[in-house]
Nanobody, 112 residues
Framework: QVQLVESGGGLVQPGGSLRLSCAAS????????MYWYRQAPAQQREWIET????????NYADSVKGRYTVSRDNAKNVAYLQMSSLKSEETAVYCC?????WGQGTQVTVSS
């Protein structure tokens, strides 16, 4: 089964931008919807977006709409989550997933 690995997290100031990557282990990645979620400490997991296999359609949570953009490069088995105008309350572990498979996540900390 496919494995997913996120990267690109780090420390960013409020209002800043960050791009996360989700790398898949095989080409089945390009045949499935993919998702991004985030989970902050002591909070429930929050859905961020769902993207169709070709990337033609993406549905975003209202909380990130207009600030986050997802793209996919299925030839490279990778997806990107571009985040801008970040807020401190968006500090969380960000995970990508397909079906029931999830990566370990990458930590994003928004702080001055």
């Amino acid at each position: 089964q496919v494995q997913l690995v996120e990267s690109g997290g780090g420390l960013v100031q409020p209002g800043g931008s960050l791009r996360l990557s989700c790398a898949a282990s095989d080409s089945s990645f390009g045949t499935q919807n993919m998702y991004w979620y985030r989970q902050a400490p002591a909070q429930q997991r929050e859905w961020i977006e769902t993207t169709t296999p070709t990337g033609a359609f993406t549905n975003y949570a209202d909380s990130v709409k207009g600030r986050y953009t997802v793209s996919r490069d299925n030839a490279k088995n990778v997806a990107y989550l571009q985040m801008s105008s970040l807020k401190s309350e968006e500090t969380a572990v960000y995970c990508c997933g397909q079906k029931t498979i999830w990566g370990q996540g990458t930590q994003v900390t928004v702080s001055s």
